[in-house]
């Protein structure tokens, strides 16, 4: 899930840059359209992984949004006697200090989710305006944004976040999420690209052409389109690896210095013995949870990739 260039080289390789008739869709009119679609979600509602893995996203989700609201107190805050096993009056049991560790989980669940959404959001978006702006105008402009593309590809991207983490004396979840999201584009510029100048001389982007549109608008109403399945894929990519990246800051200390996350909380767990005094229920659900999102994100991408590439869909 980190989004190595070469696994995303194989999924870009797996996922048809313009499946069969695609470009006859995009002239024909929104009928074939439709009916592409439907076919979409037709495979989409039977694909086992795809729905176990947007299943177990989406609990965790209800969990973020709902976990906060039956708890009356923070998830810093001493609530309770301290390390004390999950029971009625704590589900999930308290830490060392008396916190509750419910209350922390459901917090971190959010903190999670924000930084996947934003950091994942933020690498796509550039990764996309440059690789569509070096796929599709060519010349001197791709040469200069594969270049940039390459010196960031090869920048170490959890050293470059350690050291710029370490010099930050109030770190956030916010600015965490926004050195992800620039350090982690790279993989999805080079794809794009790659992509864009296959399908710039399609017929049916000529036909555009003819018609007077121009580059922006044949980019959003022709050619992304066309790759609007392996977006999707790449976009579930970064989530997850967005997830990681963070989780990984968080558990070696460079998190946020205020709130809690699934990483902090780990990280909390370790500098107080949690794991030698027994108490497992501290660093257990931080884990469950991390690992639970990240693998399901993968499941779901195995399973778009079924849905979308017609030779490996089941019946």
Same mark, same amino acid.
């Given at each position: 899930?980190?989004?190595?260039?070469?696994?995303?080289?194989?999924?870009?390789?797996?996922?048809?840059?313009?499946?069969?008739?695609?470009?006859?869709?995009?002239?024909?009119?929104?009928?074939?359209?439709?009916?592409?679609?439907?076919?979409?979600?037709?495979?989409?509602?039977? =694909?086992?992984?795809?729905?176990?893995?947007?299943?177990?996203?989406?609990?965790?989700?209800?969990?973020?949004?709902?976990?906060?609201?039956?708890?009356?107190?923070?998830?810093?805050?001493?609530?309770?006697?301290?390390?004390?096993?999950?029971?009625?009056?704590?589900?999930?049991?308290?830490?060392?200090?008396?916190?509750?560790?419910?209350?922390?989980?459901?917090?971190?669940?959010?903190?999670?989710?924000?930084?996947?959404?934003?950091?994942?959001?933020?690498?796509?978006?550039?990764?996309?305006?440059?690789?569509?702006?070096?796929?599709?105008?060519?010349?001197?402009?791709?040469?200069?944004?594969?270049?940039?593309?390459?010196?960031?590809?090869?920048?170490?991207?959890?050293?470059?976040?350690?050291?710029?983490?370490?010099?930050?004396?109030?770190?956030?979840?916010?600015?965490?999420?926004?050195?992800?999201?620039?350090?982690?584009?790279?993989?999805?510029?080079?794809?794009?690209?790659?992509?864009?100048?296959?399908?710039?001389?399609?017929?049916?982007?000529?036909?555009?052409?003819?018609?007077?549109?121009?580059?922006?608008?044949?980019?959003?109403?022709?050619?992304?389109?066309?790759?609007?399945?392996?977006?999707?894929?790449?976009?579930?990519?970064?989530?997850?690896?967005?997830?990681?990246?963070?989780?990984?800051?968080?558990?070696?200390?460079?998190?946020?210095?205020?709130?809690?996350?699934?990483?902090?909380?780990?990280?909390?767990?370790?500098?107080?013995?949690?794991?030698?005094?027994?108490?497992?229920?501290?660093?257990?659900?931080?884990?469950?949870?991390?690992?639970?999102?990240?693998?399901?994100?993968?499941?779901?991408?195995?399973?778009?990739?079924?849905?979308? =590439?017609?030779?490996?869909?089941?019946?």
């Amino acid at each position: 899930m980190s989004g190595g260039p070469d696994l995303q080289e194989e999924l870009a390789a797996a996922t048809p840059a313009a499946p069969p008739g695609a470009a006859t869709a995009a002239v024909a009119g929104p009928a074939p359209r439709a009916r592409a679609r439907g076919e979409v979600l037709y495979f989409a509602r039977r =694909n086992r992984k795809l729905v176990a893995g947007l299943a177990v996203v989406a609990g965790f989700l209800v969990v973020a949004a709902v976990g906060p609201l039956l708890t009356d107190h923070g998830p810093n805050d001493y609530v309770g006697p301290p390390s004390q096993p999950p029971s009625a009056d704590f589900w999930f049991g308290t830490t060392t200090f008396g916190q509750d560790v419910f209350a922390q989980f459901t917090h971190g669940l959010r903190s999670t989710f924000l930084v996947g959404v934003l950091g994942g959001g933020l690498a796509g978006l550039i990764g996309m305006l440059i690789g569509f702006t070096a796929g599709y105008r060519g010349g001197v402009v791709d040469e200069v944004l594969n270049m940039l593309t390459n010196v960031v590809l090869v920048i170490p991207t959890l050293a470059v976040l350690l050291i710029v983490a370490a010099y930050l004396r109030v770190r956030g979840v916010v600015p965490e999420a926004i050195f992800i999201g620039l350090t982690s584009w790279p993989w999805v510029a080079r794809a794009v690209r790659a992509q864009t100048f296959s399908l710039r001389t399609r017929d049916f982007v000529d036909l555009a052409r003819l018609s007077g549109a121009g580059g922006r608008a044949i980019i959003v109403r022709e050619i992304a389109p066309n790759m609007s399945s392996y977006l999707l894929m790449s976009g579930i990519l970064l989530f997850g690896g967005a997830v990681l990246l963070a989780a990984t800051l968080d558990f070696i200390g460079l998190g946020p210095t205020s709130g809690i996350s699934l990483g902090l909380m780990m990280n909390n767990a370790v500098l107080w013995s949690a794991l030698q005094l027994g108490m497992w229920w501290w660093f257990v659900p931080p884990g469950l949870g991390i690992t639970a999102i990240v693998g399901s994100l993968y499941i779901m991408n195995v399973g778009l990739d079924e849905v979308f =590439n017609p030779k490996l869909r089941k019946l």
